[in-house]
């Protein structure tokens, strides 16, 4: 029993309702939201982009419609740590987000995310039938279910480290 074992190790002190994460991209956003415990993680919806009005309206409709208390936003970074070329980018979307629809936003590291989306993506389709000759899809074929799965990686990497920080056990 996830909850329980979260409630009693003293999560529901920090928990703030549910938590939206986003996998920030120009031309697709991931999201993933979290139960509203801060316990689970799972994806949402990949939404293509619009323009930056249309885009934060659509995220201040969700925000209301699941009563979103913290967005978090994957910073893309290097392997060895280094801000990437959309970096600053994120960053910007993050300050964006956070002005246009008062609530907190943070920054969560995001290396690995989309490759342990497609690693995720697929070992569930190597565990379905196979039909015999058929050919792996390629990765842009996949390309589109991957963003939420990876804003899903970001907020479950969150929902760990804030309970690590709490002094959770894992």
Do not use: C
């Amino acid at each position: 029993f996830p909850l329980l074992r979260a409630l009693q190790s003293g999560v529901e002190s920090t928990a703030t309702g549910v938590i939206l994460a986003i996998d920030y991209g120009l031309k697709r956003l991931g999201l993933a939201l979290s139960d509203e415990h801060g316990v689970t993680s799972r994806p949402f919806a990949t939404w293509t982009r619009v323009n930056r009005r249309r885009d934060l309206a659509r995220l201040r409709e969700l925000v209301r419609e699941h009563a979103v208390r913290r967005i978090v936003v994957g910073l893309p970074l290097h392997l060895d740590g280094r801000p990437s070329e959309m970096s600053e980018e994120a960053k910007a979307f993050a300050a964006r987000v956070e002005r246009a629809l008062g609530i907190p936003v943070e920054m969560m590291d995001e290396r690995l995310s989309s490759w342990e989306a497609e690693q995720a993506l697929a070992a569930t389709k190597s565990t379905a039938p196979s039909r015999r000759g058929r050919t792996q899809h390629s990765r842009s074929r996949r390309k589109g279910p991957l963003d939420d799965v990876a804003a899903a990686v970001i907020l479950r990497d969150y929902l760990d480290r804030a309970r690590s920080q709490a002094g959770a056990p894992d």
